[in-house]
């Protein structure tokens, strides 16, 4: 597993990390294409077939198949959250972990069902990062080795990780890292799903723009964006992309932060998120624009109105049935 070493600058791992060179087995994905079309009407998987292939190339071995996949969920805690941009609560998110951890939550139950591993990060949720319309997230050494921390997702050699985060303010957040990632307005990246309210949305609004005055000058750089605006969350899962693709480990993405995450990796190289496919694209506009900006089509569309990890591992069953047909073939 790579490590991030001590530098001059703490981003200067980060950065040789996201460059450096891994690419897939092409003759795996291959072979998946020409079994399909050896299969005739059959072999009519669109999506699916696009993912078992991208699966094959990305485990560089063929028949592509699911023996250990893991749902890694990062769970943070933001500033922001006490003014008035969130229906959760530190509390709240708070108990999602426990459940998660004992086993009560609807997502241990489908984890267990697609045969999944859930590993639950906890991110200094009783330390949530400082407003970001007053100062930055993070330090530089804190959202580089929280970035590092985010490696222990790939802990146990899993076949696919997927990714999900939990937490208050992570959405907005999210969206003012959009902001100096892609331009554009807060309100077109601050764009919820339907459930949100008025006021809540504007109150969004003003927090990001507020925080993208107060930090303008430092957000043109990938990495000072994520440290300015983001939180620990998203650095945790930008460290799981950039350490999967060296292990060649693909990573599955879920909601619109998790989405942003590999935004982050994808401007620092533009070939590091290759490994990275959407598993679904949920109500939130800002979530179906921030995939078009990575030419990412989703595997699916649940419709659901947040990530937190659902629909990454929804997607694993997916994957599950898209690999059924060539384990099921004579193997040479």
């Known amino acids: 597993m790579p490590q991030a070493e001590s530098a001059a600058n703490p981003f200067d791992d980060v950065r040789e990390l996201a460059m450096r060179p891994s690419a897939p087995d092409d003759q795996a994905s291959k072979q998946v294409f020409d079994a399909l079309l050896g299969m005739g009407r059959e072999g009519d998987f669109g999506r699916l077939g696009d993912g078992a292939a991208w699966l094959a190339g990305w485990q560089r071995r063929y028949p592509p198949r699911l023996e250990s996949p893991t749902l890694a969920i990062f769970a943070g805690s933001h500033g922001i959250s006490q003014n008035g941009v969130t229906l959760s609560s530190i509390d709240s998110t708070r108990e999602k972990v426990d459940a998660l951890r004992e086993g009560r939550a609807p997502l241990s139950a489908i984890s267990a069902q697609v045969e999944a591993n859930i590993r639950v990060f906890e991110l200094a949720l009783d330390k949530p990062t400082p407003n970001i319309a007053e100062e930055a997230a993070m330090s530089e050494r804190e959202c580089a080795a929280t970035i590092a921390y985010g490696f222990e997702a790939l802990e146990g050699e899993p076949d696919l990780v997927a990714l999900g ?162 384990l099921a073939e004579p193997q040479n």
Request: with cysteine; aromatic share 4%.
């Open 165 to 326: 985060v939990i937490g208050a303010g992570i959405g907005t957040a999210a969206a003012a890292v959009a902001c100096a990632l892609y331009g554009g307005s807060p309100e077109y990246w601050v764009r919820p799903g339907p459930q949100v309210p008025t006021e809540m949305n504007q109150q969004r609004v003003d927090i990001v723009t507020e925080a993208l005055r107060r930090h303008r000058g430092q957000l043109s750089d990938p990495l000072e964006a994520l440290r300015c605006l983001g939180g620990r969350e998203l650095a945790a899962c930008v460290g799981a992309i950039i350490a999967a693709r060296q292990q060649g480990v693909p990573v599955l993405v879920d909601g619109f932060a998790t989405t942003i995450a590999a935004g982050i990796v994808h401007a620092l190289n533009p070939l590091g998120i290759e490994h990275v496919k959407a598993a679904h694209v949920t109500r939130r506009p800002a979530h179906e624009a921030a995939l078009e900006r990575l030419g990412m089509t989703p595997l699916a569309e649940f419709e659901f109105n947040t990530g937190g990890g659902m629909g990454s591992v929804a997607a694993i069953g997916l994957l599950r049935t898209a690999c059924a047909p060539f």
